[in-house]
């Protein structure tokens, strides 16, 4: 675990000048992402490996991210279409159960 310090991190139009305590993401995480918008199934292949959910209120990409650098890949996809973006959930891992 990391502390950054960055001064030029600006928070509604004051420099920022706290501490950033960085945390290790586990190697492979699931992530939902939701959006507002509906996008068609035509999208899938431009958000790979994530699968993309059309609902009637918005979209759902769901998939696995191996490190922040991919997560960020998708993200930028999205700033990138100018899609709105509800929400980025890590998707819990199931615990193994032990054998009785």
């Known amino acids: 675990m990391h ?3 960055h001064p030029a991190a600006g928070i509604g139009g004051r420099m920022f000048t706290g501490t950033i305590k960085m945390t290790d993401m586990p190697e ?12 068609d199934v035509k999208w899938s292949a431009y958000f790979t490996p994530f699968t993309l ?3 009637d209120e918005g979209t759902l990409l769901t998939g696995v ?5 991919e997560l960020f890949g998708v993200l930028l996809k ?3 279409l100018g899609l709105r973006l509800v929400s980025v959930n890590p998707v819990p891992r199931q615990k193994k159960k032990a054998a009785s």
């Open 3 to 5: 502390a950054h310090h």
């Open 28 to 39: 492979e995480t699931t992530y939902e992402i939701r959006l507002r918008d509906v996008l």
């Open 53 to 55: 959910t059309a609902g």
């Open 65 to 69: 991210a191996h490190d922040q650098a």
């Open 78 to 80: 999205i700033r990138d």
